[in-house]
């Protein structure tokens, strides 16, 4: 399934202005804003944590990455070109699992 198609599928984050995605200690590793271009990482980061009781384990990042669909390929062809999915390629690589923590807009 392509991305474009999947992010349709994945729950709305509208109501987000961002997540922190926090280590075992709490301390903030990543955060995704609700913006041109890392909305859609918000969302496929969130649906994670939705899908896995609001923690990202290596299972769920390896999932995420079929959620990218054809940008996955693109990612592991160039490093760093997509941070986002970067991380996800080394979490599912690895045992730790990360906590999500939503950033409600002003609005919500």
């Given at each position: 399934?392509?991305?474009?198609?999947?992010l349709q599928q994945l729950p709305s984050v509208s109501h987000l202005a961002a997540a922190h995605l926090l280590d075992?200690?709490?301390?903030?590793?990543?955060?995704?804003?609700?913006?041109?271009?890392?909305?859609?990482?918000?969302?496929?980061?969130?649906?994670?944590?939705?899908?896995?009781?609001?923690?990202?384990?290596?299972?769920?990042?390896?999932?995420?990455?079929?959620?990218?669909?054809?940008?996955?390929?693109?990612?592991?062809?160039?490093?760093?070109?997509?941070?986002?999915?970067?991380?996800?390629?080394?979490?599912?690589?690895?045992?730790?699992?990360?906590?999500?923590?939503?950033?409600?807009?002003?609005?919500?």
């Open positions: 399934m392509n991305f474009a198609t999947r075992a200690d709490g301390h903030t590793v990543a955060t995704l804003e609700n913006k041109p271009g890392q909305a859609g990482s918000l969302a496929v980061y969130h649906g994670l944590a939705q899908k896995h009781g609001g923690t990202i384990t290596p299972a769920a990042a390896a999932e995420g990455l079929q959620w990218y669909g054809e940008h996955l390929a693109d990612a592991q062809a160039h490093p760093g070109k997509h941070p986002n999915i970067d991380r996800l390629l080394a979490w599912a690589a690895g045992s730790a699992s990360y906590r999500l923590a939503p950033v409600l807009s002003p609005a919500s």
